[in-house]
């Protein structure tokens, strides 16, 4: 390991948390080109070819150190977009906030940032603000220095540079990653209310690589949940799920809670669970099982996740309309619509998910009344498998169904002539299909 002090990119002002500016060599963190996108390889060759610097950044250089599977890779340059839009033959510049070029090569999208700036000075207008010191627009480039003091996390810091096999890192990125601590580059509370975003990113890092997190970072977190409020829906709803269908969804539930950030990301779930109530449990329950299926290269939806997520407000509305004199279904209805609407003013939850959330929450009354040809119809209703494994979640919680997860179980499994026994000994013992439901 060697300082860079030599290095004219790298300086130790710009950055107060970094003690120096380093340049890590391959005996000491052992990754080479073949552990890396073939694709993002090219990406960089092609970057220095036409004169500009590159290097592999970000999450795929924390991960591969960790040996971990990167998600995807990440390319940032000196170049600027319109610079590399022209160096590739399928290359698009997106996003306002912060312009991004995709390159695609063959199926695989490599994301290309030009080095950029968090240069208080460079207040102008590729640098926007909001009163609240919020970011809403940040397209000052810089040098290698200042685009790796602008990333959020020193363990997302680290530079590979691909033709000498070094690492450069000025914010101690690789140390953190030694370590196992999640830092915020910078000073916390400035980083968050720049972008609030980074609070749940702090959040979801340190449940996925469980990481502690730096009592200097963890401080202000609470103080600050409150302004997830200024996220805009679209991206939060993104952030939400990465952090609940990325694989470690309880874990960073947990977190989410500690930091207070629940409360104003699910504010209506937030209202309704305590430490171990059923509707924790339930929410437990649904992450811990997204997590197993996800291990298992099972399919997961976001609709049944925030089905359960948003559940326990739901069921408390329903019951409401219910005590003043609605049917089950008119209930329910209303219940879903007052809840989504206010869910989407904070996580934009695209219709083709709500509709089948709601589809999800419908079928629940169904499943607990419906006999005869109707549970047959049922079954071949396109949600039926999901609203059959909502029941069987909400029983795992410790909700009493009277064995209704188990009826449909063998339901499914038996034969006409079996089904129709069924059906006729559940009229005589499940006294809940004489109650008095309007929606049949
Ligand atoms: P993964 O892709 O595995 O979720 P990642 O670290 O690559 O993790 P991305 O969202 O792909 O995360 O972002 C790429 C890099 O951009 C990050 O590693 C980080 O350096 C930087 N970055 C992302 N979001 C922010 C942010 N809100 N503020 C500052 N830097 C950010
Ligand atoms: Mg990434």
């Not at 060697?2 to 052992?30: F, G, T, V, W």
């Not at 306002?96 to 199926?107: A, D, E, M, N, P």
């Not at 997961?300 to 997520?309: H, K, M, N, R």
């Not at 029941?391 to 499914?412: F, H, I, M, P, S």
């Amino acid at each position: 390991m060697r300082d860079c002090i030599a290095n004219s990119s790298c300086s130790k002002e710009l950055d107060p948390n970094s003690k120096q500016c380093q340049i890590i060599a391959y005996p000491d963190h052992k990754l080479t080109k073949d552990v890396m996108s073939s694709h993002a390889l090219k990406v960089v060759e092609k970057l220095e070819a036409g004169g500009f610097q590159a290097f592999i950044v970000g999450g795929s250089i924390r991960d591969l150190l960790l040996n971990r599977v990167p998600k995807d890779f990440d390319v940032a340059t000196n170049a600027n977009p319109k610079q590399i839009k022209s160096l590739f033959e399928r290359a698009r510049i997106i996003g306002r906030r912060f312009q991004i070029v995709h390159v695609k090569l063959q199926k695989q999208i490599i994301e290309v940032t030009t080095f950029r700036s968090n240069n208080n000075d460079s207040l102008n207008e590729q640098r926007l603000r909001t009163k609240n010191g919020m970011l809403t627009r940040d397209n000052v480039f810089g040098s290698l220095t200042d685009d790796s003091i602008r990333r959020d996390l020193s363990i997302n810091a680290l530079y590979f540079n691909p033709r000498d096999n070094t690492i450069t890192d000025f914010t101690n990125g690789f140390s953190d990653i030694q370590n196992g601590v999640i830092r915020v580059i910078g000073d916390p509370i400035i980083r968050f209310r720049e972008d609030p975003l980074r609070l749940l990113r702090v959040v979801r890092f340190a449940a996925k690589l469980n990481f502690s997190i730096d009592s200097r970072t963890s401080e202000p977190m609470k103080h600050r949940a409150k302004d997830l409020r200024q996220i805009s829906p679209p991206r939060l709803f993104d952030e939400s799920l990465k952090l609940f269908m990325s694989g470690y969804g309880f874990k960073t539930f947990e977190l989410l809670k500690e930091f207070d950030l629940v409360r104003y990301m699910l504010p209506q779930l937030h209202d309704h669970i305590s430490s171990d109530n059923l509707h924790f449990r339930l929410i437990r329950q649904a992450l811990i099982n997204t997590d197993y299926r996800l291990e298992n290269k099972q399919r997961v939806t976001p609709a049944f996740v925030y089905a359960a997520l948003l559940w326990p407000a739901v069921q408390a509305n329903a019951k409401r309309f219910r005590r003043r004199g609605k049917s089950a279904r008119q209930s329910l209805d209303e219940a879903a619509d007052k809840v989504i609407a206010s869910q989407i003013t904070i996580t934009a939850i695209p219709r083709r998910f709500t509709l089948s959330m709601r589809q999800i929450w419908t079928l629940q009354i169904y499943l607990e009344k419906s006999i005869g040809k109707r549970a047959r119809r049922l079954i071949d209703n396109p949600r039926f498998r999901a609203a059959y494994d909502f029941v069987l979640l909400r029983e795992q919680a410790g909700e009493n169904l009277n064995g209704l997860g188990d009826w449909w179980t063998k339901y499914q499994e038996s034969d006409e002539e079996t089904q129709i026994k069924m059906i006729s000994t559940r009229k005589r013992h499940n006294p809940a299909n004489h109650s008095n439901d309007r929606s049949k």
